[in-house]
């Protein structure tokens, strides 16, 4: 049973670009969530998502984010005319239901030049 | 004030030395605790969850001062496998959504 799957691991964008963030839950989990972790800080939560539907995006920046997870498929978290403040690590995390624990996958970490 | 604060380090504390690390949350109806560990560059994962009764966990032992809203983890006879960040990791609501997490401690073991 694969674990949760992000990809790409790393990925650099130069400014201005567009970035996508994959987030394959682990099997049987319909429930996910971002988060973000910049440099020295801890991982703040920004959106918490089930099949088709946003639950919660009170964490997400107002403007150049969206995330879906579309009925079939993984998870993406968008980030449109990225800046260098966007460079961090991103992780996913599934879980069968919501108050139930979960599991992170490695993350993806984004560099903007 | 954060709603989750943890000392930073670094801790360099020698092989088989104890080791314990604090933590203070600001929100008084938190519901559930827990202490995670990540490794540099990698993503966090569950060490234990945090009880009122206090719970121990092999070398590790979590306690949880609800009137006081301070976490606590001890880790006894230190291997150089313990070298991680510690996060605390707070849920104030009743979903995983709610969970907010600490910067967390760093430490090294040193041989």
């Known amino acids: 049973n694969a674990g949760v799957m992000q990809n790409p691991r790393h990925l650099v964008r130069r400014r201005g670009q567009e970035a996508r963030l994959r987030c394959s839950p682990m099997?049987?989990?319909?429930?996910v969530y971002w988060y973000r972790q910049l440099p020295e800080e801890g991982l703040k939560f920004m959106v918490y998502?089930?099949?088709?539907?946003?639950?919660?995006e009170s964490g997400m920046p107002k403007e150049r984010f969206s995330a879906e997870f579309p009925k079939e498929g993984p998870s993406i978290l968008r980030i449109q005319q990225v800046v260098r403040g966007d460079s961090a690590a991103y992780f996913c995390?599934?879980?069968?239901?919501?108050?139930?624990?979960?599991?992170f996958g490695s993350g993806t970490r984004l560099t903007v030049v | 004030r954060k709603e989750v604060e943890q000392d930073p380090g670094p801790f360099n504390v020698p092989e088989g030395a104890t080791v314990a690390f604090n933590c203070t949350y600001s929100?008084?109806?938190?519901?559930?605790f827990f202490w995670y560990r990540q490794d540099c560059r990698k993503e966090p994962k569950l060490l234990m969850s945090?009880?009122?009764s206090g719970n121990e966990d092999g070398r590790f032992t979590a306690q949880l001062n609800r009137a006081s809203q301070y976490i606590s983890l001890l880790i006894r006879d230190s291997k150089l496998s313990d070298s991680a960040t510690y996060l605390c990791?707070?849920?104030?609501?009743?979903?995983?959504?709610?969970?907010?997490f600490g910067t967390g401690t760093r430490l090294t073991i040193i041989p």
């Open positions: 929100n008084s109806a938190s519901q559930s």
């Open positions: 945090v009880y009122s």
């Open positions: 990791v707070v849920n104030t609501g009743f979903g995983n959504e709610k969970l907010t």
């Open positions: 099997k049987g989990h319909s429930h």
């Open positions: 998502l089930q099949k088709e539907n946003i639950i919660d």
């Open positions: 995390a599934s879980s069968p239901q919501n108050n139930y624990g979960y599991t």
